[in-house]
């Protein structure tokens, strides 16, 4: 028995004409499986010992114990915890058998203290949460109960000397229950009802309410004049027969329903939807989707009704080996996190991406891709793809008024495959539009690059450059140019040195920039514990 193990030493430099040049060397080790970053930075200017990121974390993994220390996200469900960013520790247990437990504890909010000198910045206490679920799981039944309690502790107090507002401390807590169940052979149910109590102001005077041992999560929270209660509730039931699906999908969420444990809900809501799945051709083509009404102002303190037809379809065709087809088109309401492929090509810091706020309501979308593989033998393959991203969404700032926006995303790409000298080639076009407050903007351009092992597949070198420019009402407002270069080296499968480095020249009208990014990483990988040897005996 043996714990492998590895030790990572990262070199990366920015230089920026006109900027003080800046090194950064980060140490990571990696033990049962763990990754534990340092930095040291060193900089023209000082030098300093810190962790590398604002959030560090842990996901520490044995057998079927799933662990989680310092910043993490957990998803129990899409009505209590739904992937909300913490800061504290998590556990998930799958144990053989029928029982499985999630459970977190931690800070969702830091303290944001008022400044008077920055009024854009929202003050905010110091918010705690825990949370649980608890499954049973046995012979195609399921039910799991989930429970999320999330507070506020005071952190400041209000002070007209200082400037401070008064920010009410708040609570939350929620509860669902989730289920699925095998009605008969072919037919199966699932659903799930979640309940969420908010207490907007915890100094407010206590109430007593009827009936308070019915309201389990009024049990573990502060319940006075400010405390509301929404429910959210979704069912299906499916019957399958062979290649053929036909489903009744119903789900209702109240207005304003949300919880602190997530970061946007779709609410305010109700969908009765016709469910159909279809395979044919020999499983080459496949077809599912939804379709059925939507209705909104559920409490009916809006001035106008709104009853629309929904739907949501998928399609995938394998003509052949060679040729995949994919199309998708919906019209429900959903939040997504979608960025230009422009915002990937002219990238610097990999991490200057990792922006999960960067949400938008999406009210239409639709999709396409395409791929085909030609020309291949042993000497060498090629594929052809295309692929298309449409998005809408829709504001009603008042009765009269309702915003647009449209995005599209489009792009085409070309590869080959030199098998023998194992040499890849690609080149590739890519389109954006976006219309916002109308007004639309329009990035175009190529990108090409290559890749080559060498020594015995023992090193691998890599080559690519792109262009793009943006135009605004028939103007180009800027250019971008890219070019990267690439090398990766390993040694007796145990050291691994890499290198890359970007040059990126943008010229805009307000000013011209060159940036040089480069990062040298060396990995060991070794072993803690020395293998144990069988004895033959």
Known sequence: MYIRSQLTIVFRLVHTVGIT?????????????????????????QSSFSHPFNQYGLQPSYKWIQGYIGYSSMSFSPYTMNGFLFYGVGVELTPPGIFQISS??????????????????????????????????????????????????????????????????????????????????????????????ITKDTHEETVKIHNEIMR??????????????RKAFKTSIQYTQGVFLIGLGYERVDPEYQTFGAYYFTN???????????????????????????????????????????ASTQLQYTATEKLQLSASYSN??????????????????????????NFRQISQSSSFSSNYNFGSSQDKSQQISISGLWQETRETHTIDSVQSSYFYNAGSSYSINFIPIDLSCNVSLHYNFTEAQGNPSHTLGPTIGASKSLLDKSLRL???TS???????????????????????????????????????????????????????????????????????
Do not use: C
């Open 21 to 45: 040049q800046v090194r950064l060397i980060l140490l990571y080790t990696t033990i049962y499986g763990v990754n534990i970053p340092f930095s040291f930075t060193y900089t023209n200017n």
């Open 104 to 197: 977190m504890f931690g800070r969702l909010q830091k303290t944001v203290f008022p400044d008077t000198t920055l009024n854009q910045i929202e003050p905010a206490h110091k918010r705690m949460a825990h949370a649980t679920k608890i499954g049973i799981h046995k012979n195609q039944q399921s039910v799991s109960v989930n429970f999320l309690r999330a507070y506020d502790v005071k952190s400041f107090a209000a002070d007209t000397n200082l400037g401070y507002p008064y920010i009410p401390t708040q609570e939350n807590a929620a509860l669902s229950l989730e289920y699925s169940t095998q009605l008969a052979e072919r037919i199966s149910l699932q659903g799930e009802f979640a309940s969420s109590y």
């Open 216 to 229: 389990i999560p009024l049990w573990f929270m502060t319940n006075t004049a400010s405390t509301f209660n």
């Open 268 to 310: 305010n809501l109700e969908n009765s939807t016709l469910q159909l799945a279809l395979q044919l051709f020999n499983n080459k083509f496949s077809v599912s989707g939804n379709t059925g009404l939507q209705r909104d102002n559920l409490d009916n303190k809006q001035m106008n009704n709104t009853l629309r037809l929904v």
């Open 332 to 357: 429900f309401a959903s939040y997504t996190n979608v960025r230009s492929t422009f915002d990937y090509i002219n990238a610097q810091d990999p991490y200057s991406l990792y922006d999960t706020l």
């Open 462 to 464: 890599s080559l690519s």
């Open 467 to 537: 262009y793009n420019q943006v135009m605004q009402q028939a103007r180009v407002q800027s250019k971008v140019l890219n070019l990267r270069i690439g090398a990766n080296y390993t040694i007796k499968k145990v050291h691994a040195i890499s290198l890359a480095s970007s040059l990126q020249h943008a010229i805009s009208q307000a000013h011209t920039r060159k940036i040089v990014y480069t990062t040298i990483s060396y990995a060991y990988s070794f072993n803690i514990l020395p293998r144990k040897i069988e004895d033959p005996n």
